[in-house]
Every structure is written in C-alpha cells, then in structure tokens.
C-alpha cells in the first residue's frame, strides 16, 4: 500500500537511485530491510526506507545529507510466468532493434528520406518475419500433418489420434483436412494479436504526463528522445498489429486455397472453379491492403499521438479472418476424386521468404551507408552497417526457429529417416529447410575460430596489462598472481569493444552461407546430402555430415529452448534471467514489429518524469537521479523529457553506464556524440563513474585525453566541468593493509557504491545545485503556480486521474522525425 505524503515543502536533497538490468530488491539499494512503497504499485514502484518516509515533514533532519529514494523496474521485464511466452518473439524483438540501429543523420537535405527509407525497408523486414513464422506453421500443421501424414496409410497406422482423418472418411478429403489443419496457424495468429493487444494496453496506452517534454515546432535538431510523442506508440503499434494479425490470418487462407483452387481447374467443375478465383483476387487484394497499412507511414514522435486508425486497426484484420473463414468453407466442400500426394509448394514460399530478406538486407544496408557517409562518425559501430547486421541475425534467427520446429516434427513423423532418403513415411519438409539446417555447422567453426582469435587476443591483452598493474597503487608489493587476476579482469572487459566485429562477421558469414544454400535448394531440388552423391568422395561426406549435424544442432537448440521456457514459466530466478536479455532489447518502441516484447521504457520514463517533476515542484528542492548499467539509460531518457525549468533542478549521476560504449556505437543516431553532447549542456550537473574492469559501463562523452576502457590507470576527478571520472580503481586496494585487512574484490560491473567517489560526486552535484549562482536557484515557480499553468502533474500520492496531454496535431511531421 502506498504511502501518501501531505506535507509542506521543505529544503530536502533526494536522491533518486534507479537499479540495472539485474534488478535490485529495494532493501538492497537502499541499504535497509525496513522499506516502504512511496507510490506505484507491483510492478514498478519508487521505496524508501521506512524511517525515511516522512522526510518532507522534517526536513531539519536530513541537513547535509540526501534523502534516498530507489525506482524498482525488474518486474516490467521479468513478472508473471507467462513472460517466458516472450522466448517466442525473440526474432520480432532482434528486427525491432534494427530500425533504432541506424546511423545519425542531418535534418535537412536528403538525410529525411533516406530516414524514411530506412524505416520502411525494416518493417518490411518485420511483416517477412511474421509471414516466416505462419508459414512454418503452415508447414507443419497443413502440410506435414493434414495433407502427408493424414494421406498415408503407413503414418497414421501408428498414430490413433490422426486415424479420422485417413481417405475414405468424411476428414479423409483433402480440403477438409487442410480447413481442419488450418486451425493451428491461425490460433497461433490470434496467440500473438493477444500479447500484443495485452501488452499494448498495459504500456503503449499510458498517456505521457503533460506539458513535460517541449513540444517541437520545426526540424531544429532536438535529441529524439526528448520529443514529447518519443515514449508513447499507441498508435504505430495498434496499425501495425492490424497489418501483422492480417498478414498472418491470409497466408494461412493462401495456404488452404491455393491447392484447392489448383485442384478445381485442374477438375474442371465451373463454380468451384470461379469460386476459386474470386477467392484469390480477395486475398491478392488484402494483400495489398496489409502492405499499404505496412509503408503508408512510421512513427510520430514530435506530439503524442491519441488518434486511432480505426478503419486499419478493426477492419483489416476483421476482414482478413472472415476472408480466412470463406476459404475454409471453399477447402471443406465435398471432392471426392480429391486425393494428397506429393508435398505442398513450400519450397517456393520459403525461398520467396528468404530472397526477399536478403534483398531487404542489401538494401538497407545501402541505405545505411548513405546515411552514415551524411554524417560520419568513428565511434559509431561497423561504420553505420550496424543496424543491417542486427536484421540480418533476426532475420536468421527467425529461419533457424521456424524451419527447426518443421524439421523436428518431419523427423517424429517419419520415425527417423533421413530427410530426401527414399522410402521414408512421410516426405521431408522443403528442401530449402535441410540446406539452412547444413549451413550451421561451418557458421559455428567460423564462429569457434573467432572465438579462438579473439581469446588469443585477449591473453595477449592480459600479459601486457599485468606487467602495470602493481605501478598504479604505489607502496605495494607487487604480486604477479594479483595483477593477473586484476589484468584479466580488465582485459575481458576490453573485450566489449571488439563484439561490433563479432557481429559483422556472424551477419557476413550467414548471409553467404544462406544464400548459398537458397542456390543449392533451387538448383538441385535435392537435400544436400542426396545432392553430393556422386561428387568427390570428400564432398560427399562433408555434405552428409553437415546435413546430419545441422539436423542435430537444431533438434538440440529446440529441446533446450523448451526447457529453459518451461523453466521460466517455474522459476523466477530463471525468468529473471531471461529478463535480463529483455531489459536490453525491449527498452526500444516497437516501431517495426508490434508482436515483439513490449517497450517497458514506455512506463518507466513517464514513472521518471512523473516523480521528478511533481517532487521538485511540490518541495523546492534539489533532485540527483542516480542509474546504475541500464538504470543510467532511463535515466538520461527520463531527464531528456522534463521542461527546461525542472532539468535545472535536477543533476545526473550514472555509473557503469553503456550509454556511450554501447547505445552510442549501436543506436548512434540516439545516443551518439551529438545527442550525449547536448544532453550536457542541458544537464550542466552530470558526473559519470566508470571502471576499466567494467564490460558495460565506459565514459559518456568523447574525450581524446581519456583512456580506453582496460588499457587506463586510475583516474583523478577530472577537470571542473568535465562529465567523466574514470577508470576508478577496481580493486580498491592492491594487496592486504590496516585499511583493508581481507582482499578487496574486483567489484567489475557491481557496487559502485562503495568506491568513496560515489558519495563524494553526489553530494558535489547536490551541492552544485544549492550555488548561489545556478540557474535552478531563480528557475523553479512556486508549486501552486506550476499548476494553476497546467506545466506539472499533482504530487505522485495523491490518487488522481492521469491528465493526457493535448498538443494540437500539426500537419505534417518535421523532417526526419517520422520513420
């Protein structure tokens, strides 16, 4: 139960600390197992500790000293156990990130086209994986089962349960064991609108405060992320589920029609014939509809945007499931000279699928060039090719996912026969499915081999560091097994800035290796083993063994798939884990695809901003917000919305931040030099912490003098005005002393807390904020005036309906802003 503060406003200091993507129970960040929830409910909450919760009613007591706040997020990302569900958007959440991967780019010029561009060429990208993941289940459930196995005496001899749909029954007729089959698809269409409306109705529907952010008038270069509509995708994601719920409701209607529709012309009977046709104008014409839903526009970020494309969001998919439901009852009409054999055609709908990404691959890719050599940065990961090299892992992590499950239940179904063997059962699945399976045993030895080099590289790394180590803490004796663990420390930290290269050589390599296998599916029609017969005996063999590994590999990759989702469901400890993965990569909109996880930053940043804006106002007083890892994220996102009047109140304090080594390299577009720059000179109190043994955290703004992260010695606190203080000492002290008689540890990533810097920085920034001579000491109105102007929400215990901010709509989106 939250507890409600009705006090008079005080000269108190807060800080406000926000935990990283390991989450923190509250008594662990403030110290105390005496907490209280101050307001939010279970599943974000701000606490403090119990003696601290009415501080504003006695502020004479906290003289010198800051009363301390912790937001706990961990739950948006890791609650209930129907998040271990989200495994299966792990494809949709990699292609989500690739359109927020894109290089930085002016705002005028040709920059907002080629913006344009690239934001329609990702969702494109985000539609293929949805029509990837139907069509596997197309695969599996229509053709494996319905039409295969059903149409063989010999599968369903063994199978009691398929033995209704044998020929000869009223089941026994093709169309009506595809209409039957059908069902599965089409459940699975209607499991993913399901998350994402739930998910869409818990964080994109939350009106952002109003009058926070600034409203933006013109292209005039404002920090995306301070854009008043930036964390509020109500309407991008109800278009796009629309479009995606109808793409996948009418692959499965093409799925049942088009071997219905073959069948009647090939029979010859008139109205089934025409029947057939109209049927396949409607579902070439909801086509068309889904793709002009898909390319019509992107996102608006320069006004939160509370309209609805009604007419998208509840006709389109409306009309799609009833088109589906015309096609069933077309499938399930009496053929009696109807019978199954062969396999359905899904060797071209998987090799139209795998084309089309890769050529949307090079493409983006193109244009991603364009963009980067528009405005070039050294920093920014693989020379702005970053964001084509996350689609293309997306994009092969949806074929491996996909085509696994196909493979698996073709080698249940046909008891074990190699696949394109003769005299199996059952058919293999498509060809192509076995090539893409033979691929991932050199993908894995070119990985291995990388892994290789980049272990010799960083031996080497570690050899060079120890022979330092000792040097940086004066007095010491030196000790060669302590400077090789505190070497190595600092060297697999370095490690971090070498995975750019990891992951353009894992994009290269899977784009070559698909295609060659898209060229050896087309050109032999044959699985590879079968293809290789007759060759060189060594190429034979090699084709057999990939064959067979790669189906092993996936088999494996599936069972343990299952097992760590089952697990999850259980276990907290476990969801926690997988938490971890969704803390990074949901903390973007979904701008591309909206069935992946939701965007949790969409409640934190308004939870943020919210408790900022309405402390300050209501106290007066000075305000530091304090992130830890991706704490630091949220909260360099949370100040980058507050009005200019309450950012003068409030300094920034984040410690083994990514924003610079990570989001600045991958997202440079958001968090690249420019933004980070202007960031600071709207926050002029920011001190960032850091640590050379850190693999995340590294300093926040480029300076030539600082060192690189695992190559520097420790670090003074650095010039007035400067933002980064780093590489701290990690450990704390070299050997044992009077000081520290036990060994200090090598703290990494954790507990900076307890460096003496921690404290000593934050009460600098409080203390900043009390000069005389900064701004915030003239900037802040009182509260009753804050909210006669309507600039600020009430105090956050007090219960009342979210206002929803109404900015005009303007006519049109300044360049570059809409994606």
């Known amino acids: 139960m939250a507890v409600e503060l009705h006090t008079p406003p005080g000269p108190l200091a807060l800080e406000l600390r926000v935990h990283g993507v390991h989450g923190a129970a509250p008594d662990e960040l403030l110290g105390d197992p005496r907490t209280v929830r101050i307001t939010g409910d279970s599943t974000a909450a701000v606490f403090r500790r119990a003696v601290d919760a009415d501080a504003e009613s ?13 937001y706990c ?7 209930n156990g129907a998040r271990a569900l989200w495994l299966l958007l792990l494809p949709f959440m990699v292609v989500n990130l690739a359109h927020w991967a894109r290089p930085a780019a002016p705002v005028t010029g040709p920059a907002p086209c080629a913006v344009r561009t690239y934001g329609l060429l990702v969702r494109i990208l985000a539609l293929s994986l949805t029509l990837l993941l139907i069509a596997a289940a197309c695969e599996v459930a229509l053709d494996l089962l319905a039409w295969q196995c059903a149409g063989s005496d010999t599968c369903t001899g063994p199978r009691s349960w398929l033995r209704f749909m044998e020929p000869g029954g009223w089941w026994g007729q093709p169309g009506r064991r595809l209409a039957l089959g059908a069902l599965v698809p089409a459940a699975l269409t209607g499991l993913l609108w399901f998350l994402s409306n739930r998910t ?64 009647d012309r090939r029979a010859g009977t008139p109205v089934l014939e025409a029947l057939g046709w109209a ?39 409306g009309a799609a499931l009833a088109l589906l439901a015309a096609v069933l009852l077309y499938a399930g009409w009496s053929r009696p000279g109807w019978t199954s054999s062969g396999r359905l055609p899904g060797d071209f709908a998987f090799g139209a699928l795998m084309l089309g990404q890769g050529g949307c691959v090079l493409l983006l890719a193109a244009v991603a060039v364009r963009l980067y050599r528009l405005a070039p940065d050294p920093a920014t990961a693989l020379y702005g090719l970053g964001g084509p090299a996350i689609a293309m892992l997306g ?28 005299g199996p059962a059952v058919p293999a699945p498509p060809v192509l499915l076995s090539w ?36 940086e803490y004066p007095g010491e004796a030196p000790d060669e097994d302590r400077s090789r663990r505190i070497a190595g420390a600092r060297a697999a930290a370095a490690l971090t800035d070498a995975v750019p290269w990891f992951v353009a050589a894992v994009s290269g390599i899977t784009l070559l290796l698909g295609a060659g296998a898209l060229a050896g599916a087309r050109l032999s029609g044959q699985v590879p083993g079968e293809a290789a017969r007759g060759a060189h005996p060594l190429l034979e063999t090699a084709a057999r063994v990939a064959q067979d590994a790669g189906s092993w590999l996936i088999g494996f990759g599936i069972a343990a798939f299952v097992t760590w989702g089952r697990r999850a469901y259980r276990d907290p400890a476990a969801r926690r884990t997988i938490g971890v993965l969704w803390d990074v990569g949901t903390f973007w909109p979904r701008a591309a695809h909206p069935f992946a996880p939701p965007c949790y930053a969409e409640r934190a940043v308004p939870d943020l901003t919210w408790r900022m804006t309405g402390w300050t106002g209501r106290t ?49 577009a958001y968090f690249g030099a420019g933004p980070l720059a202007a960031l600071h000179r709207d926050v002029d109190c920011w001190r960032n912490l850091w640590r050379a043994t850190d693999p995340i955290g590294g300093p926040v703004l480029a300076d030539t003098d600082a060192p690189a992260p695992g190559d520097g010695a420790p670090a003074a606190a650095g010039p007035p005005g400067s933002v980064d203080r780093g590489p701290l000492a990690d450990p704390l002290a070299y050997g044992r002393s009077a000081r520290y008689p036990l060994p200090a540890p090598i703290l990494g990533h954790f507990d900076y807390q307890a460096d003496p810097a921690f404290a000593g920085e934050r009460d600098a920034l409080l203390a900043r904020l009390a000069h005389p001579d900064h701004p915030a000491k003239h900037a802040m109105p009182a509260w009753p005036a804050l909210l006669d102007a309507g600039d600020v929400p009430g105090p956050p215990a007090v219960p009342a309906p979210r206002e929803v901010s109404k900015e005009p709509a303007a006519p049109a989106d300044p360049p570059g802003t809409a994606e």
């Not at 502020?59 to 912790?70: I, L, S």
């Not at 997020?73 to 609650?79: P, Y």
């Not at 109800?238 to 692959?251: D, E, F, I, K, P």
């Open 620 to 668: 007066g007083g000075r305000l530091v917000i304090s992130g830890h890892s991706q704490g630091s994220v949220l909260a360099a996102a949370a100040v980058w919305q507050l009005p200019p009047h309450v950012r003068r109140r409030v300094a920034l304090l984040t410690y083994g931040s990514p924003l610079r080594r990570l989001y600045g390299r991958w997202f440079p």
């Open 395 to 422: 994009c092969a992590l949806g074929g491996v996912m996909s085509g696994g499950v196909a493979q698996r239940v073709a080698d249940w179904l046909d008891g074990g026969a190699a696949p394109g063997a003769a």
């Open 200 to 263: 869409w109705s818990a964080y994109e529907s939350q009106p952002p405060p109003a009058g926070t952010a600034v409203p933006v008038t013109g292209g005039d270069g404002t920090p995306a992320l301070g854009r008043p509509g930036f964390w509020y995708g109500r309407r991008i994601v109800a278009r796009l589920r629309a479009a995606h719920t109808a793409a996948g409701l009418l692959t499965v209607a093409v799925a049942v029609a088009a071997p219905t529709a073959r069948y």
């Open 73 to 79: 997020w961990a739950r948006l990302t890791s609650g």
């Open 58 to 70: 006695h502020p004479e007591r906290y003289a010198g000293r800051p009363v301390t706040e912790a």
């Open 436 to 471: 893409q399976a033979a691929v991932l045993p050199p993908l894995l030895l070119v990985l291995a081999l990388l892994a290789a080099w980049f272990a010799v590289r960083g031996a080497r790394a570690r050899r060079r560091i120890a022979a330092v180590v000792a040097a």
């Open 279 to 317: 049927l396949e104008v409607l579902l070439a014409a909801g086509a068309v509809a889904v793709a002009w839903v898909v390319c019509r526009r992107g996102r608006t970020e320069v006004r939160a945007d509370h309209r609805l494309d009604r007419a998208a969001v509840t006709l389109l998919p």
